[in-house]
């Protein structure tokens, strides 16, 4: 009898994924969780995956979420720190915004007596720089929603994956020199900073489902998502090899973000690395059956998509 899998958030990036992954194996049921099952994302969504189930869940509405886990064998849990709500809840002060989201999520999974869940969560900045940079809210608050499930362990089971940096981001933070025309990529960290890079629409589902696969072996430790550690132009070379556009890294001072919580994450991944330096799991996802995103892949499937590349009015 197939698994019933519950995916929260399933309309966004790594929910799709997870979806995606998943739904292609044909061996799960799944039931799409989204705030609004009636909105044009959710009617899309089914009209790509005609035979999943779509549930109205609202990790702000505790309320919803007992119903929506009802009958599943997994839940896979995202929260989204910069949510509209969530960060309105921050700046009035509520800093636990995202965990209590995160705890009701784990709390409705134990009312409905769910199994397991995967939850994807990061290290927590604050214990990685050992108290140097303990601002980074949307590491600290997943983090401690990962330790809020770890200590319901003998209620659930709880397993966990971390999302590398998103290759998206050097899409959203990218804009055309007004100079020469080059495109530019811009991040405050040095150029030859290695991160771990994920192209979250694609690799962050078989790792949930490598997890699945191998419910004893990942039980309460933590699966990384990502191909391997890149420098940041090796995104820029990739993408001009592809693109045939020229392109340029361009290093930003930390104070142009004008935000305390980003210059700490930036700051922190640059000393102390998004997955604490860890590189075991480079040799371990090579065991997958799924090919990882390299960045020269990555751009052959976006390709450029920024002001020139827009249609002529």
């Not at 800093?95 to 397991?116: H, R, S, W």
């Not at 590491?139 to 998206?168: C, P, Q, T, W």
């Not at 960290?189 to 072996?217: H, S």
Request: net charge negative.
């Amino acid at each position: 009898m197939s698994k019933l899998i519950s995916i929260i958030g399933a309309t966004g990036l790594q929910g799709g994924s997870v979806l995606k992954t998943l739904y292609g194996t044909g061996q799960y049921k799944i039931r799409a969780l989204t705030r609004n099952p009636a909105g044009d994302a959710a009617k899309k969504l089914q009209a790509t995956y005609p035979n999943i189930e779509l549930a109205a869940a609202d990790l702000d509405a505790p309320e919803t979420l007992q119903k929506a886990f009802a009958g599943s064998d997994v839940v896979f849990g995202v929260t989204q720190f910069f949510q509209k709500d969530v960060l309105e809840r921050i700046h009035q002060g509520d800093l636990d915004a995202e965990f209590n989201q995160g705890k009701a999520m784990v709390d409705a999974a134990i009312a409905a007596k769910v199994p397991a869940m995967v939850y994807s969560s990061l290290d927590s900045m604050k214990q990685v720089s050992r108290g140097k940079y303990p601002g980074v809210l949307h590491f600290e608050g997943k983090h401690k929603i990962e330790e809020y499930l770890a200590s319901k362990m003998d209620k659930i089971r709880g397993y966990f994956v971390y999302a590398g940096f998103y290759m998206n981001n050097y899409v959203d933070f990218a804009r055309l020199s007004p100079e020469d025309g080059a495109v530019e990529f811009s991040f405050p960290i040095k150029p030859t900073a290695k991160l771990p890079l994920v192209d979250t629409a694609n690799d962050i589902g078989p790792v949930v489902e490598y997890i699945l696969d191998r419910p004893e072996e990942c039980l309460g430790t933590v699966c990384e998502a990502s191909s391997g550690y890149y420098e940041a132009q090796d995104m820029v070379k990739a993408f001009t090899e592809v693109t045939g556009k020229p392109a340029r890294y361009v290093q930003i001072p930390y104070e142009y973000l004008g935000n305390e919580e980003l210059e700490q994450m930036f700051r922190g991944i640059e000393e102390f690395g998004l997955f604490n330096g860890r590189t075991d799991f480079i040799e371990r996802n090579k065991t997958m059956k799924h090919k990882f995103t390299t960045p020269v892949e990555f751009w052959q499937r976006n390709g450029w998509t920024g002001p020139e590349a827009q249609p002529q009015k």
